[in-house]
């Protein structure tokens, strides 16, 4: 059970002093027969940001106790990496796997990836959304094209009658593009 943290305000590479009790857990660790004993004992602590749920886990030192005696009193210090969120978190003391209830803390001097990655998403975001309209620009372009070149084939397909005169002699010209004959004039 944590009493008290020296600050709430967490900065990277500061010494926070944490005092409770039953800070080492319950029991003092792992032994197997005569053969191999390792003490688990030691008072972990984790914090988690309340925006990203990124768990950090702070480097603590100077334990004053590892009793595992009910209630023991115990104060040792935690000091924060730089790669820590920014933000309000959460903060745990574990000790053989036996967390102690959240404390609010705020994390500043730390790491801005929260802010980082929502600024990504919203440019990727404006990215996808500057791709769809472009796509939809061409598209569009690409189909008023073939309606135009549809159009102009339609217009191109129909053959056309031209009268053409020569003194008294007259021809019908039938083409797509007629034109009179050499000595001949449109009539």
């Known amino acids: 059970m944590v009493s008290s943290v020296s600050s709430l305000n967490l900065a990277p590479k500061t010494q926070y002093a944490i005092s409770g009790k039953q800070l080492s857990g319950l029991t003092q660790g792992l032994h197997w ?44 210090n935690m000091t924060i990496g730089s790669d820590f969120e920014n933000g309000p978190s959460k903060l745990y003391v574990f000790a053989t796997g036996i967390a102690s209830l959240p404390i609010d803390v705020t994390i500043s001097g730390g790491s801005n ?38 159009q102009q084939k339609a217009v191109a397909s129909k053959k056309i009658i ?26």
């Open 33 to 76: 027969g005569d053969e191999w004993q390792a003490a688990t004992n030691y008072p972990l602590v984790r914090i988690v940001n309340n925006a990203s749920h990124h768990v950090f886990y702070a480097t603590t030192s100077g334990i004053s106790s590892t009793s595992i005696a009910p209630m023991a009193p115990s104060t040792f």
């Open 113 to 150: 990836k929260i802010a980082e990655e929502k600024a990504a998403a919203d440019k990727a975001a404006a990215d996808k959304a500057a791709a769809d309209k472009a796509a939809a620009d061409k598209a569009a372009a690409d189909k008023a094209a073939t309606d135009l070149l549809a």
């Open 162 to 187: 031209l009268t053409c005169v020569k003194g008294k002699l007259t021809k019908k010209v039938i083409a797509f593009k007629p034109a009179c004959p050499k000595g001949y004039k449109k009539k």
